[in-house]
């Protein structure tokens, strides 16, 4: 039946869906729907665009060198898993970030083309077409990162959008689904540090998580592109909790974040091997590989960790800034990781999150995002209504200038 003519059903999870093609469910990206939110506005003078996670530290300084000397190497096609010597130097790294066990590095490391084509596409490798008799379940954080509800489309499984509030810690309770539920579900996205809201999940959690992924032969999702930006302790990590046994387990992390190398488009995945070759299949009959010399930049980026030091200083030094500027303004509290504010517009000055950010472009020219874009509308409500997400990616005098323009404002009577 076509969209037009679709009719209504309710499923068991907790999300409406339409009898129709199955990315009609998708709303447009959080970034369209902010232009047009913001249409025919012009702002406030001298504008600062704060929506996008797009690191504006420096790049490595050796990226242009060994760019250089791979040069000749756009010739060939390049292996469709990355070659040896970077999946090599991705275990040697887990091994001294995490002190696990090294994965190997032939069966359980594919380089991939960014990892938010790798989690979408690990949904369509992994979702079976049914699971326990019925349509499978794929569970999303809610708010989430929006590959997430696509690859679920993609894949023809059911999303369950799992709220992610203040009240639970900001991550998903793992005890708010029933055995029902979890029957269905074939994959879980787990984001550690998490994007918006900075939350990192705790030794004790992913192992619960895993459990609960094994005993019903589900695929854990972990998604750590923020675990190298962190404010206290780093993050532990879903390797740490696998402790040499990566059965049910996916991880993906990328230098977008770690080595401010968004426009490199070079990240991983690692885990279980024969959810890998599930993977590899897939890449090979429809994937982009990562071009050969790509593939020699992020080698080197995985063995120093001179740059991420340095660039997490800088981070840490302007999350100082912003702590002594907001106080516990905009129910703010210092994140675990990442690079973004997650601010309570409701709590602070009475607006939505839409609102919020019609009042901050007109007045102050700040463009952020309006947290209900985030996320989805469930039974428990939106948990991003009421919160405006900041991308803290400028340096610190720019940093400064946006402070002062956000704390300065007050909403209009």
């Not at 874009?373 to 405006?388: E, F, H, K, M, S």
């Amino acid at each position: 039946m076509g969209a037009a003519g679709g009719k209504q059903r309710k499923y068991a999870g907790n999300l409406k869906v339409m009898d129709a093609n199955r990315f009609d469910t998708l709303p447009e990206s959080a970034f369209v729907r902010l232009r047009q939110l913001l249409d025919g506005r012009p702002g406030a003078p001298s504008p600062m665009d704060l929506t996008v996670g797009e690191p504006r530290h420096a790049i490595p300084d050796f990226v242009g060198a060994v760019l250089q000397d791979h040069i000749q190497e756009f010739g060939p096609y390049p292996d469709p898993g990355g070659p040896l010597s970077l999946r090599h130097a991705i275990a040697d790294w887990q091994v001294r970030r995490y002190g696990t066990p090294p994965l190997d590095a032939a069966t359980q490391i594919a380089a991939v083309n960014g990892t938010r084509e790798a989690l979408f596409n690990a949904c369509l490798a992994v979702t079976p077409e049914t699971k326990a008799g019925q349509k499978p379940i794929i569970l999303i954080p809610n708010p989430f990162y929006h590959c997430y509800a696509a690859g679920v489309a993609a894949a023809g499984a059911e999303p369950y959008f799992w709220n992610a509030s203040d009240e639970t810690g900001n991550l998903p309770d793992l005890d708010a689904i029933d055995d029902a539920t979890w029957d269905r579900v074939a994959a879980i996205f787990m984001c550690s540090p998490a994007n918006p809201q900075g939350a990192a999940a705790s030794l004790e959690y992913w192992q619960k998580l895993l459990a609960k992924a094994r005993a019903h032969d589900a695929v854990v999702l972990a998604d750590e592109c923020y675990s190298e930006i962190y404010y206290g302790t780093a993050p532990v990590g879903a390797i740490e909790a696998a402790a040499g046994d990566v059965s049910n387990l996916l991880i993906f992390n990328s230098l977008s974040k770690r080595s401010n190398l968004a426009g490199l488009r070079c990240g991983f995945v690692a885990g279980e091997a024969r959810r890998i070759a599930q993977i590899m299949k897939l890449r090979r009959l429809g994937g982009a590989p990562v071009p050969q010399p790509l593939c020699a930049v992020a080698e080197a980026c995985w063995n120093d960790e001179a740059h991420v030091a340095a660039s997490r200083e800088q981070y840490r030094d302007k999350f100082k800034l912003i702590g002594n500027a907001l106080g516990n303004r905009f129910g703010y509290k210092m994140p675990d990781g990442g690079i973004f504010l997650w601010l309570n517009t409701q709590s602070e000055w009475g607006l939505d999150s839409e609102a919020a950010a019609l009042h901050l472009w007109d007045e102050v020219g700040l463009r952020v995002l309006p947290g209900t874009y985030l996320a989805r509308p469930t039974p428990q409500g939106n948990p991003g209504t009421d919160y405006i997400r900041i991308a803290a990616v400028y340096d610190a005098a720019t940093t400064s200038t946006m402070l002062d323009r956000l704390t300065n404002l007050t909403p209009k009577n």
